[in-house]
């Protein structure tokens, strides 16, 4: 059953501390994606990597890491310098080339920091 | 700046209907256009992808028009029925090598029985 998974689905935090949130894919696909999403609003990219190894800063990275050490494998790292962490965060990942390819969406991780 | 605009309020219609949901770009220049549906809480799941230079776009009961002069896209659901019911996304792809997408607010879609 191939597909994207991300876990936890809800995760609680206390300001100040940081927290990892999984993503995991088995499409072999060689891009991967995260982004944050507020109510009311679209989605907002914060970091994406096109091959293992490598990443690059999206719109939004400010307060976040991620890590490529794995084609499977995208953790994003929600640091205590995220000023207003408390969001629905997704993963996403496709294929990688010149053409536009869809997007494979995981079912998301809702954060809530107190 | 770049902009991308999707309607801000709820499109109500009646089951069986065309629905008609409008996404419109500023400071833009896309190769390529897609739309997402999302369902509350999930994430978004992929519909339809259209070219530059492709007019129109057909699959099933969903049609997408691209208008690059214009700087827009149109996205319709024919014969709408409650299950249609969900937030639509539009997307941008300015080509290249990179795959990112600049994603529009979305459009909240409501289809009454």
């Known amino acids: 059953d191939g597909g994207i998974t991300q876990s936890p689905k809800y995760l609680f935090r206390k300001e100040g501390q940081n927290v990892t949130l999984s993503c995991e894919q088995n499409?072999?696909?060689?891009?991967m994606y995260w982004y944050r999403q507020d109510p009311g609003q679209g989605l907002r990219l914060i970091y994406y990597?096109?091959?293992?190894?490598?990443?690059q800063k999206g719109d939004i990275a400010e307060g976040y890491s991620v890590s490529r050490e794995k084609k499977e494998s995208f953790p994003l790292t929600v640091t205590s310098a995220q000023k207003n962490p408390t969001a629905f965060y997704l993963c996403?990942?496709?294929?990688?080339?010149?053409?536009?390819?869809?997007?494979?969406f995981g079912p998301g991780t809702r954060l809530t920091v107190t | 700046s770049q902009k991308i605009e999707q309607n801000s309020e709820a499109l109500n219609i009646q089951e069986g209907k065309t629905a008609t949901l409008t996404c419109n770009y500023t400071?833009?220049?896309?190769?390529?256009l897609q739309w997402y549906r999302q369902d509350p809480g999930r994430g978004p799941v992929f519909l339809l992808l259209?070219?530059?230079?492709?007019k129109e776009k057909r699959k099933e009961r969903l049609k997408v028009t691209f208008d690059t002069t214009l700087k827009q896209s149109l996205f319709h659901i024919t014969a709408s029925q409650p299950a249609d019911s969900a937030t639509y996304l539009c997307?941008?792809?300015?080509?290249?090598?990179?795959?990112?997408?600049?994603f529009g607010t979305g459009t909240l879609l409501a289809v009454q029985p």
């Open positions: 996403a990942s496709s294929p990688q080339g010149v053409l536009s390819y869809e997007q494979y």
């Open positions: 499409l072999n696909h060689d891009a």
């Open positions: 990597s096109q091959i293992v190894n490598d990443f």
């Open positions: 400071n833009y220049s896309p190769a390529y």
């Open positions: 259209i070219r530059e230079n492709e």
């Open positions: 997307a941008l792809d300015k080509g290249g090598a990179t795959n990112k997408l600049i």
